[in-house]
């Protein structure tokens, strides 16, 4: 329920308890008829929902405009609990650390034009505090009130060679693509472009997650593409920035809510299991710097929506189905079927009505535990279970799953760093009306790749122009050679075969296991290996 409410809250839409019906109200085109369907499906769970936050008998804090001449805005805040820990994981003496957690996209643009593509990102830069945002060295960010304009690095190549131009992209790919910004010293991005022909650029863009989460990233493209687009357009200035918010939720740490929460996580953490144990290379110094690579995949909007339809026939959530596709492949390679996954979630409190307009990093980890011990299960029911079980701990998500793995991780007697490094990140729960195939308005992506610190497999789905897409970046090094490949192949097959194929919802064994691999883990436990 919590997964339908923040989707209905980022696109506008707002619910009313009136004795024993639920008021809806929304702006124009928001409610969607998928959306409404679903408010109508769980219409009885929202309202209990709600209920018991009225009955906490507690309202968030509602942000005051900020005064644009007060010099409180330019001092230090704290990071977030997640922010601190990216920031840890870029020490090299980390457990898989050296890494920024990290996006790199790149974009074939035709006929773009660069002075004009500079213009409107310096007028984002201007626009969005974090965009001048630096960490100093004790661990404390702030807001920079000028900054140098922003030049995009240019590379003409339109006399080179079809090759040498080529050959200069992959160069430029190489040197952004797994980028470690110096955190103290801005700007926490790159811009690049490289001209290979007269109606033809590459766009590189490198961002530090540092100070952007997932729904900032396709803020971030839309804007900029507006400010392109058209160079008129003068927005309303924001009334209140990324450390308004992030000062208002260390505030709510103090209150009811918040300790009710922790006090549920804390009942919870000694059940809460280990990472799934996948078959890692042995002897492998966790000290490396991690190299991450990507594999993707496209599911085209018609089989998309049929199998949206057949998850939603069952009270199933698209999140909740493709976190249940990936468990159910990692359930089949792991040693043992009950597991933890760190499922990452964009969580912005309804603290003002711009909080969606603002670029910061919002994430919230959640710790999700999947248990697949039921053999006689079907996918169908363990995909219902597992939602249950996220619905419920979504309830209590502002307490950061960085504060339950620590604590976790002291019970357990063992290290934090790199101890849930298998990750879900799911889009879908605040795609609608702003697209998320607004990242490709420039140009199509050709290539794109992240990383995140103390983290071996990310899985990320999105809709782009309709489709489904869902992608995995991993470190290679980590995992024994083809495991990658097989999970992934095995992950694509059971996606597809879930939209046609009636028979897969009700059976227990919706992944087989492939010959080679169950011949490999026999082998393994006579030699007591790593699986």
Request: charged letters at 25%.
């Amino acid at each position: 329920m919590e997964d339908l409410l923040i989707r209905a809250g980022n696109l506008g839409v707002k619910f009313k308890i009136e004795g024993d019906e639920l008021r809806v109200t929304a702006p124009k085109g928001a409610l969607t008829p998928e959306l409404q369907q679903d408010i109508r499906q769980h219409k009885q769970d929202l309202l209990q929902l709600l209920r018991s936050r009225e009955a906490q008998n507690e309202t968030l804090p509602i942000l005051p405009e900020r005064n644009s001449d007060d010099p409180e805005r330019w001092q230090p805040f704290p990071l977030s609990d997640l922010q601190h820990a990216y920031w840890i994981g870029r020490d090299s003496s980390m457990v898989m650390g050296s890494v920024a957690t990290h996006l790199y996209v790149e974009l074939d643009c035709v006929d773009l034009d660069l002075p004009r593509l500079n213009d409107a990102l310096c007028r984002m830069i201007e626009r969005h505090d974090m965009l001048r945002a630096v960490i100093d060295r004790n661990g404390l960010q702030r807001i920079l009130p000028t900054v140098p304009r922003y030049t995009v690095a240019i590379a003409d190549l339109t006399k080179s060679t079809a090759t040498d131009a080529e050959a200069a992209v992959l160069k430029t790919r190489s040197e952004l693509s797994h980028q470690v910004l110096k955190a103290d010293q801005w700007p926490l991005f790159e811009v690049r472009a490289t001209r290979v022909s007269p109606h033809q650029s590459r766009l590189h863009v490198s961002l530090d997650l540092l100070i952007l989460d997932a729904w900032s990233i396709f803020l971030f493209f839309n804007e900029w593409h507006r400010f392109y687009q058209d160079p008129t357009y003068n927005p309303k200035p924001l009334s209140i920035g990324f450390r308004d918010y992030a000062l208002a939720e260390q505030g709510w740490k103090a209150s009811k809510s918040y300790l009710n929460s922790y006090a549920y996580w804390m009942r919870r953490v000694d059940d809460l299991p280990p990472a799934p144990e996948l078959p890692l290379r042995p002897a492998l110094d966790g000290r490396i710097k991690p190299e991450f690579s990507r594999r993707e995949a496209r599911i085209e909007q018609r089989l998309w929506q049929q199998l949206k339809t057949r998850a939603r026939e069952r009270g199933i959530t698209p999140s909740s189905l493709l976190l249940a596709a990936y468990s159910e492949v990692l359930a089949r390679w792991s040693r043992k079927p009950h597991f933890t996954v760190n499922v990452t979630i964009s969580n912005r409190m309804p603290l003002h009505t711009e909080v969606n307009q603002l670029i910061g990093d919002f994430t919230t980890p959640l710790l999700q535990e999947i248990d697949r011990r039921d053999n006689n299960l079907s996918f169908g029911d363990f995909a219902a279970k597992l939602q249950r079980q996220f619905a419920q701990d979504m309830e209590h998500l502002q307490v950061s799953g960085v504060i339950v793995l620590r604590e976790w991780a002291k019970r357990q007697a063992v290290s934090a760093q790199a101890a849930m490094p298998v990750v879900f990140s799911s889009g879908l729960i605040w795609s609608g009306d702003e697209e998320p195939g607004d990242l490709e308005q420039f140009g199509k992506k050709v290539s794109s790749v992240s990383q995140t610190s103390q983290v071996w497999l990310d899985h990320h789905v999105m809709e782009l122009q309709g489709d489904l897409v869902f992608v995995w970046d991993a470190v290679d090094a980590m995992f024994e050679p083809g495991v990658l490949d097989a999970m992934f192949s095995a992950y694509c097959q059971l996606v597809r075969a879930l939209v046609h194929d009636d028979a897969l919802w009700v059976r227990a064994d919706a992944v087989p296991l492939p010959a080679a691999m169950l011949e490999q883990r026999i082998a393994d436990r006579c030699t007591q290996s790593v699986w």
